[in-house]
Every structure is written in structure tokens, then in C-alpha cells.
């Protein structure tokens, strides 16, 4: 399994605990990051398990490159973005038209929130971000098959039962003897394919 970007340490953590042989699974993890590196690399990975039905699962900033990668790839939007990462000149290729797919919030939201992402109802989840997924790609997303959730302004995703994104840590609320479901989840896909 791969795993990218720089908040990775509770998510190797978090699924050491679930099963110890997690490495030698195919699956990709895109995790939470700040300065993301190579972008363009991230976002041609992450086209390459999706066209090939590989398990992937995006954190935080993770669900924001993969909900880019969706919206260059499939709804043909090729300039595509981060409102922040954009701003801050950490694109490695000229935009030539920019679109904000992902944009700042108001206001930091941190600490729990409640989501709706799962079937039976809500839960809290660990937030910790202050940028989302604009409201008009989950609109986008829900017709092309995908399952989308917009919570407060907050987009949680799954698609084919491989693809899920998700804009809360559930890494930062699992223990050895709570192991959070979404990531025994994610294993298990993993573990089948």
C-alpha cells in the first residue's frame, strides 16, 4: 500500500494496529498535508488506480486532490484546483483557466463535527481543515454513480465501493481496541482485491 503526502505517522500507526501486514496490500492513501509535493504526480496516481478499480482512500486533503482529479479527468474542467494551493504558487503547471474546486472556508474548523457519512446515521468526526470540496462537484460527483454526502458545507465521498474520500481524520480517532470502521474498512477492501 501507498501512502502519500506528509500527516502520515497516525495513519501508519492506525493501521499497523488494525492488521501489521498492511504495507503488502494494494491500495493507495492520500493523506492530510499542508505543502503538498508533486501535485501533478498525485493527481496522474490517483487517475491511474482509479481507471484500473484499485482501492483508494483520500484524508482530508487527500478527498480535495482526489475530488480535483474527478473533476479534470472526468468532467473535463482541465484547470482544475486548490483555491489554496493555487494562491501559494504550489502548482507545478500553468493553469491556464483556474477553477476553485476546492475553496477556503470562513473560518478553521477543528475539533469534532458531526457527519453523516455513514448509512446508519451520524457520527463525530476529528476536523481539522479550512477548505473544502466546493458544493457543485458532489452534485457532479452524484450523477456520474458516485455516492456523495455534503454535511455543513463538508463533502464525504464513495465510489464502486473502492473510492472513498473524506475530509475528517478518522486515523486520529482509532486505537488498538477501537480501531476506527472506515479504515478496517479500507483494509478489507484491500485485503479482497
Not at 473544502?132 to 454513480?145: I, K, L
Not at 473510492?163 to 478496517?184: C, M, N
Amino acid at each position: 500500500m501507498e501512502l502519500l503526502n506528509d500527516f502520515s505517522t497516525s495513519v501508519r500507526k492506525a493501521f499497523s494496529e488494525i492488521y501489521p501486514a498492511w504495507e503488502s496490500l494494494d491500495g493507495l492513501v492520500i493523506c492530510g498535508t499542508h505543502a503538498p509535493k508533486d501535485i501533478e504526480e498525485t493527481l496522474t496516481k490517483i487517475m491511474t488506480y482509479r481507471l484500473e478499480n484499485r482501492p483508494i482512500l483520500g484524508i482530508c486533503a487527500g478527498l480535495q486532490m482526489l475530488a480535483i482529479e474527478f473533476t479534470r479527468n472526468e468532467i473535463g474542467l482541465r484547470g482544475a484546483g486548490s483555491e489554496e494551493w493555487y494562491e501559494n504558487d504550489i502548482f507545478t503547471v500553468e493553469l491556464k483557466e483556474f477553477e476553485k474546486v476546492v475553496k477556503k472556508l470562513p473560518e478553521l474548523r477543528v475539533g469534532t463535527r458531526s457527519v453523516a457519512w455513514q448509512i446508519d446515521g451520524a457520527t463525530l468526526e476529528s476536523h481539522w481543515h479550512n477548505y473544502a470540496v466546493a458544493g457543485w462537484v458532489a452534485v457532479r460527483m452524484s450523477e456520474r454513480g458516485y455516492k456523495t454526502v455534503l454535511t455543513d458545507g463538508v463533502l464525504e465521498y464513495a465510489h464502486r465501493g473502492i473510492i472513498v474520500g473524506v475530509q475528517f481524520h478518522p486515523e486520529y480517532q482509532s486505537s488498538k481496541d477501537a480501531p476506527h470502521p472506515l479504515l478496517v474498512e479500507f483494509i478489507n477492501i484491500c485485503k479482497t482485491r
